[in-house]
């Protein structure tokens, strides 16, 4: 069974920078394709990020050169640093594991910027 726990989330004033981490038990993680999405209230769950067992990256746009996406193998831990944030960064943050054909999903974290 794999289970991924976030944690890292918190307030952060606009300009400012938090990181996320998440870890991952269970078999899977280094063929894992692991990525971060994220919920503003009233909206649709969106991606933000991936990272392949590669180390390939890939991000949406509004948080390209803000935010990087890294994965530690050895300790099973994909991190998620996000520098000038901005409000609208606002929302639970939730960590994702794709493994072969199964999908996995932390039980998220929040994230507010605000002054």
């Known amino acids: 069974q794999v289970q991924l726990v976030e944690s890292g989330g918190g307030l952060v004033q606009p300009g400012g920078s938090l990181r996320l981490s998440c870890a991952v038990s269970?078999?899977?993680?280094?063929?894992?394709?692991m990525a971060w999405y994220r919920q503003a209230p009233g909206k649709e769950r969106e991606w933000v990020a991936t990272?392949?067992?590669?180390?390939?990256?890939a991000y949406e746009d509004a948080v390209k050169g803000r935010f990087t996406i890294s994965r530690d193998d050895a300790w099973n831990t994909v991190d998620l640093q996000m520098n000038d944030m901005r409000p609208e960064d606002t929302a639970v943050y939730y960590c994702?594991?794709?493994?072969?054909?199964?999908?996995?999903w932390g039980q998220g974290t929040q994230v507010t910027v605000s002054s």
């Open positions: 994702n594991a794709a493994i072969l054909r199964d999908q996995y």
């Open positions: 269970g078999n899977g993680f280094r063929i894992a394709i």
């Open positions: 990272i392949t067992s590669q180390g390939t990256t």
